[in-house]
């Protein structure tokens, strides 16, 4: 009796075994498989990214135009489908192509000329200083400017009444800007290089173009 419990142990203890070293060989393929993907995925964006980089060099007004449609059609889905709940089957696709429209006609053009003009047209012998005055620049020139135009051009395309939309829309989108995007744009202005400044304003502006979807379609 006593060696036929031992024999019985032991072979519990091999099959406890045997399913421990399973478990730890599927834990282990499991991290490759991940490790692997992942480093495809890096290998991915790094030449996206290089690829951008180079469109970004060779046809800057193109690439910027093209990056900001897709962006602005990304911040009306975002709006549509998460915010409104539309649904798939109910989503409005001519109102995306209006955001793409925009987003890709008007301001990736309008933008890049304009963080031009900033950057050559407004420099002082204080850093901070320059800075500062792009920032201020940016939001009582463009910042205004573009919500007009934007609501404007939304209500035209819509075929309602621009007037309408500006009284109802325009002071509440604009308080809602300088609540967001003057430290955007000190952050951007400093740090990052004029040829990225309107692509880091569409990454943020994913977020801000979803908001403005949903503000237009209710104004």
């Not at 282990?28 to 060099?57: P, S």
């Amino acid at each position: 009796m006593a060696s036929r419990s031992q024999a019985a142990r032991a072979k519990k203890r091999r099959n406890c075994v045997h399913v421990f070293n399973d478990c730890i060989l599927d834990v282990t393929v499991d991290i490759l498989v991940f490790f692997i993907f992942l480093i495809a995925c890096l290998e991915l964006i790094y030449k996206m990214l290089r690829w951008y980089q180079a469109r970004l060099k060779s046809r800057p007004l193109l690439t910027q135009s093209i990056t900001t449609a897709v962006l602005f059609a990304t911040g009306d889905v975002l709006a549509q489908q998460f915010v409104e709940n539309v649904g798939s089957d109910k989503h409005n696709i001519a109102r995306t192509g209006r955001m793409a429209l925009y987003g890709g006609a008007v301001f990736g053009p309008a933008a890049t000329m304009w963080y031009k003009v900033l950057q050559s047209r407004i420099n002082f012998q204080s850093k901070t200083g320059t800075i500062i005055a792009r920032v201020l620049a940016d939001q009582t020139i463009f910042a205004s400017t573009n919500l007009f135009v934007f609501l404007s051009t939304m209500a035209v395309l819509e075929g309602s009444d621009p007037r309408a939309k500006l009284k109802s829309t325009y002071a509440e989108a604009l308080k809602k800007n300088w609540m967001v995007w003057p430290g955007v744009q000190f952050v951007n202005f400093r740090y990052v290089p004029l040829e990225h400044r309107v692509m880091v304003v569409n990454v943020v502006s994913i977020g801000w173009n979803c908001y403005l979807s949903y503000l237009n379609s209710k104004g």
